[in-house]
């Protein structure tokens, strides 16, 4: 026996949480809705200012090694050097 009796048993409990969590956080929900949507909006935007950074990173490496060749040196070993070295 609890300490109602038979009254109240795990469903009614469970049913009146709800009801009180509805009654009293129904007026934090939608600031608390607000407030994830708009971090879920910030984290998106960061996400696209990230990629858009190692996109810009990415192709500078690669225009900074355009002017690079393979040169054959006498004793047949390849290295690379830039060409500007070369003048």
Do not use: Y
Not at 62 to 70: G, I, K, M, P
Request: glycine share 8%.
């Amino acid at each position: 026996m609890g300490i109602f009796g038979n009254a109240f048993t795990g469903w009614h409990l469970l049913v009146i949480v709800l009801v009180v969590l509805v009654l009293f956080g129904a007026t934090k929900l939608p600031v608390f809705a607000k407030g994830l949507g708009q971090s879920i909006k910030i984290f998106r935007k960061e996400m696209v200012d990230v990629q858009e950074d190692i996109k810009g990173d990415r192709d500078k490496r690669s225009a900074d090694h355009q002017d690079r060749e393979t040169v054959t040196l006498p004793d047949t070993t390849s290295q690379t050097r830039r060409a500007s070295e070369d003048r």
